[in-house]
């Protein structure tokens, strides 16, 4: 199934993302919780089969991260850039 496999793809890469922030403040420590808290969620709804749930949960995780380099509360590495709008 295309969306099972999209969401693998997200899941699968935003996990790596995740293990190479870099957060500067507490602001962005929470921000950076909250995208942690949309991924575990995401992870859970695709292990039970809720794709729609679990898609919309790893776009909003992605949605957390991508504000965060915007506003330049956190660093990742320059490898995951293009992952982003930045």
């Keep these: 199934m295309e969306l099972e496999h ?11 993302v995740l293990k ?3 957060i500067k403040n507490s602001v962005a420590m ?5 995208a942690l808290s949309y991924f575990t969620d995401s ?8 794709l729609i749930r679990a898609f ?3 776009i909003i995780s992605w ?9 330049d509360f956190i660093e990742i590495p ?3 850039r ?3 709008t930045t």
């Excluded at 929470?30 to 909250?34: K, M, P, W």
Aim: net charge negative; with cysteine.
């Design 20 to 22: 190479n922030v870099k």
């Design 78 to 80: 320059e490898e995951f």
């Design 6 to 16: 999209t969401i693998r793809k997200e899941i699968e890469k935003m996990e790596k």
């Design 63 to 71: 949605a957390y991260i991508d504000s965060c380099l915007h506003f």
């Design 30 to 34: 929470e921000v950076y919780n909250l």
């Design 56 to 58: 919309e949960a790893i």
């Design 82 to 84: 293009n992952f982003f």
């Design 43 to 50: 992870k859970h709804f695709f292990e039970n089969g809720d």
